[in-house]
Each structure stands twice: as structure tokens, then as C-alpha cells.
């Protein structure tokens, strides 16, 4: 019963580096959104992705940050040059094929990122 | 705005007795919510969810209510037990256009006492 799988569970990175972090949707979703959480706040909203199509990115930064979801493997999220505000948690949801609206999301474990 | 928020950061309760968690949400467009856990180094799990044309809904221990006149949202639990402490969000779906999101609140830290 595998659920949404993130990995790596933490990353280490220094400023100016790169940081990709993947996630495996739920068996038979299709519907991937990322989400990003600082300490004692709520999740906030970062894109939205069907298989090979961004659907929504209005919560993702214009600049470093990319995100895309192949025909096949995991979906990416991907942070360029990073800096110190980049640290927090972030986290991967899916939702069923056919059923985008009003289904709930399931979250995988976060991908804890610290930078130097 | 987009907005949800939670009444009260902090919540103790004695084991055993009943836990509310009160949430209020901004826009009046949304039609469906949802309740999660998240505990320590965990993401959310689901709990409970509602649609806007129901005004409550049960679960096994869990209670959610919902008040579209006020905007406002709670979660109900039943003999709180050690096992649920965890911080609550309630999160608010916005579809637009095909796209959806959900927008959560702060959160809420439940601490049972024993």
C-alpha cells in the first residue's frame, strides 16, 4: 500500500547550489501539487502538475525554481542557486486521474532541505 | 483574499475528554474542506473532509462542522486520546478554471494531558 513517496527525506545543499527533490504520486493519481512549509506555519501552495503539463504555478517563484512531471518517472521539483531562504520543508500531494475536483490530496513525507 | 485562519494556535485537553478545533475561511466561493494531522517530521494525513451542501459529517471519532453563513469550520474529537497529538490544519479547496489548490491555515498544536 504504498503511499506518496518523497526523497530524499533531507537535503543538504549550499548557497548557489542545486536542489532537486522527487516525488512519487500514489499508485493510478496522476495529479501532482508541491507545497512548501517553514516551521510553525501552514502549507503554502507551489504548483500544480498533470503528466507532462503544469496546470497551475501561480505559488511557485518566477525565478530558480522549476517543476515538471514526466510521462514517466517522478515528478521534480527543482530549485536553482539556491539561498538560505529556500530552507523549509517541502511537500509532494496526488489526487486520482478523473477526479481532480473535490478529491483530497494525499501527502507524501517532505523532503526536509537545509542550506548552508 | 484567499485566507484561512484558525481561532487558537495552542489547544490542551485531558485524556479522554472531547477536543474542538475551530477554523474560519474567507472565501465564500469555496466548496469543499478538508481536516489534516501532521505530526512531528511527518507530512498531512487526511482526516475528515466536507462539501459545502453538507453541514456536518462523521467519521470514527472525528466530527466536522460546517457553517457556510459564517464561514466557519470545526473539527469535533471524541475521547481524545494520547496518539492524537498533532497539529490540525483545515485546508480549503479553490478549483478555477479546472486547477485546484488548497489553501491551509496556521495550524492548530493539540497537546493531550495525561
Known amino acids: 500500500n504504498a503511499g506518496v513517496m518523497q526523497n530524499p527525506r533531507h537535503l543538504v545543499r549550499r548557497r548557489g547550489q542545486e536542489a532537486r527533490l522527487r516525488c512519487s504520486p500514489m499508485k493510478g493519481h496522476s495529479h501532482v501539487y508541491w507545497y512548501r512549509q517553514l516551521p510553525e506555519e501552514g502549507l503554502k501552495f507551489m504548483v500544480y502538475l498533470q503528466k507532462e503539463n503544469i496546470i497551475d504555478e501561480s505559488g511557485m517563484p518566477k525565478e530558480r525554481f522549476s517543476a515538471e512531471f514526466p510521462k514517466e518517472g517522478p515528478s521534480i521539483l527543482r530549485i536553482q542557486q539556491v539561498v538560505r531562504g529556500d530552507s523549509a520543508a517541502y511537500f509532494c500531494?496526488?489526487?486520482?486521474?478523473?477526479?481532480?475536483?473535490?478529491?483530497?490530496?494525499?501527502f507524501g513525507d517532505g523532503t526536509r532541505l537545509s542550506i548552508l | 483574499g484567499e485566507s484561512v485562519g484558525l481561532h487558537l494556535p495552542t489547544l490542551s485537553v485531558q485524556e479522554g475528554d472531547n477536543s474542538i478545533i475551530n477554523c474560519a475561511y474567507s472565501?465564500?466561493?469555496?466548496?469543499?474542506f478538508i481536516w489534516y494531522k501532521q505530526e512531528s517530521g511527518k507530512g498531512p494525513q487526511f482526516i475528515i473532509d466536507i462539501r459545502s451542501n453538507m453541514d456536518k459529517r462523521q467519521g470514527q471519532r472525528v466530527t466536522v462542522l460546517l457553517n457556510k453563513t459564517v464561514k466557519h469550520l470545526s473539527l469535533q474529537i471524541a475521547a481524545t486520546q494520547p496518539g492524537d497529538s498533532a497539529v490540525y490544519f483545515c485546508?480549503?479547496?479553490?478549483?478555477?478554471?479546472?486547477?485546484?489548490?488548497?489553501?491551509f491555515g496556521q495550524g492548530t498544536r493539540l497537546t493531550i494531558n495525561p
Open positions: 485546508a480549503e479547496n479553490l478549483s478555477i478554471q479546472g486547477a485546484q489548490k488548497l489553501v
Open positions: 472565501n465564500s466561493a469555496s466548496d469543499y
Open positions: 500531494a496526488s489526487s486520482p486521474e478523473g477526479q481532480g475536483v473535490n478529491q483530497p490530496q494525499h
